[in-house]
């Protein structure tokens, strides 16, 4: 069978329902999981999906293609990402799938596939399966694998509640955007003792309120508005399927999570001294800054779920953190991101300090920041566009510290570092897009990069700037001319 090649990403498989994806499609993904898995002489997987409205649907289709290859499924239905791999340490399985598009919006799904606990497919892996698919090298079982139901809501939340305590009450926006969260956190938060203000808490897989994407600067924005007007400690927005997050203080001043990454290494680094911390190549200088500063071990790594979880693996490291945010505890959790988690152990930080979230990070060097910005390009062209980004970058800035993939194996992007800030150009993992970020010390070197990215982007006509896809391109505008 053939299916659209670039659904086949990274680390996940991802596509447009009902035009790289349908349910035969989605059988063959399963029948081709369920062989990988046998390879590896595992047996049983948990599956589970989010609120997209093709979920249901994929699922049976996903479930049916495991079983025919002898693979006994637990189906946990519809549920945050985070609660496939916690069922997967629930029922002692190194099998998983998620059926989810995270962050993209509501015309596309996709799969997170386990290798083992808590851990994902990488390029390999993702390869293997779509070759299994295209030569229709399918193990088929003597007989199909069992099918059970189970609800894990109640067994996840007491495990995700009682690794932390909140000293005090704090009153919070909860912001779902109509995602598969609002189902979950609202209450967890709850019973972990906080006051609930939520907002877009119904759950529609058609996203009325906007692709649930917290790292949006306009469901930010959102939040803050909220925290102001009800008086809140902070704010959070989660993504679709609950694995990031997203945060507002209490002024109503948005933390892009770079920042988050790094008031969590500095909790870290208070107990671990000395630890490696992970983040990813999007990430501000202030990250490796705060991270130096508080006797920490800063890797920089490329961007990617499975990929940072990978290094924290290999360097033992303590903490790991994107700009997307993803999270990931290998303290008194299991290491995977989990934004529930993530949410509850930012609060816990703020009560034992008796601070609010602005006094968490006033003492970190100042940089003026852009949020990730997302445009749009398509997967045939972005590498190539990238490329000659790549070149360009290096003839006009030979005094920067270049980080791309001479430094850092098989990198999607380049990097520039001065003594006042970053620039960074990547192409996606995940969708037919290139992602950017910039910062300076001062305004005018601020506006600076933003018109030499702006204007650099211009030349390139493979570069769609109106899509569902694009996220912030607003801070890529120049302020004049508003």
């Known amino acids: ?19 790289d994806l349908d349910v035969q499609k989605v059988e063959a993904i399963g029948k081709a999981y369920g062989t990988f898995l046998r390879r590896r002489k595992i047996r049983q997987a948990v599956v589970g999906y989010d609120c997209r409205l093709s979920g249901p649907a994929y699922e049976a289709a996903m479930i049916e293609g495991m079983r025919y290859a002898g693979i006994n499924v637990i189906d946990i239905g519809m549920v945050m990402t985070q609660m496939v791999y916690y069922a997967q340490y629930r029922f002692q399985t190194n099998g998983g799938a998620m059926i989810t598009a995270s962050h993209n919006p509501a ?35 003597d007989k199909p694998g069992s099918l059970e139901k189970k609800d894990i809501t109640e067994d996840y939340s007491k495990d995700v509640l009682k690794r932390v305590v909140l000293k005090d009450k704090l009153k919070i926006v909860v912001d779902s955007g109509c995602g598969t969260t609002g189902k979950y956190n609202p209450d967890i938060l709850r019973q972990a003792g906080c006051e609930v203000i939520g907002k877009n808490l119904n759950v529609d897989g058609s996203f009325p309120a906007g692709t649930p994407d917290p790292t949006a600067k ?25 694995d990031r997050i997203g945060l507002v203080d209490e002024k109503g001043h948005i933390l892009w999570n770079d920042v988050l990454v790094a008031i969590f290494a500095k909790e870290i680094l208070e107990r671990f001294p000395g630890s ?10 202030i990250t490796r800054d705060v991270i130096k500063m508080n006797g920490g071990i800063p890797i920089i790594w490329k961007t990617g779920h499975s990929f940072i979880k990978a290094k924290i693996a290999e360097e033992k490291a303590a903490f790991g953190g994107e700009l997307s ?11 995977h991101d989990d934004g529930t988690y993530a949410a509850l152990r930012i609060m816990e930080y703020l009560t034992e300090k008796k601070q609010t979230l602005s006094q968490l990070y006033e003492s970190f060097p100042n940089f003026i920041s852009s949020p990730e910005i997302k445009i749009g390009c398509p997967d045939a062209k972005k590498i190539e566009v990238i490329n000659e980004l790549s070149v360009k970058f290096k003839r006009d800035f030979p005094e920067a510290q270049i980080t791309d993939k001479t430094v850092i194996p098989d990198d999607d992007g380049i990097r520039a570092d001065f003594s006042d800030g970053m620039m960074i150009f990547r192409y996606s993992q995940n969708g037919p897009y290139i992602t950017i970020k910039f910062e300076a010390k001062d305004q005018a070197k601020y506006e600076e990069r933003r018109k030499y990215i702006r204007d650099l982007l211009k030349n390139y006509p493979e ?17 004049a001319a508003a």
């Not at 911390?277 to 200088?285: A, H, R």
């Not at 945010?325 to 290491?335: C, R």
């Open 463 to 479: 570069m769609i700037w109106k899509d569902d896809l694009c996220v912030n391109l607003e801070s890529l505008e120049d302020p």
């Open 276 to 285: 490696k911390i992970i983040y990813n190549t999007l990430c501000s200088q």
């Open 1 to 19: 069978m053939q299916i659209n090649p670039y659904v086949f990403r990274n680390y996940d498989i991802r596509g447009i329902v009902d035009e």
């Open 325 to 335: 945010g993803h999270f990931f505890f290998a303290d008194n959790a299991y290491g």
């Open 218 to 242: 306009k469901i930010a924005e959102r939040v803050a508005k909220a925290v102001l007007e009800e008086k809140a400690d902070l704010g959070m927005a989660f993504d679709g399927d609950g």
């Open 107 to 141: 015309n596309y799904n996709g799969f997170k596939l386990a290798t083992g606990y808590s851990q994902t497919t990488g390029p390999e892996e993702v390869q293997e399966i779509r070759k299994t698919i295209e030569e229709e090298s399918f193990f088929k079982a």
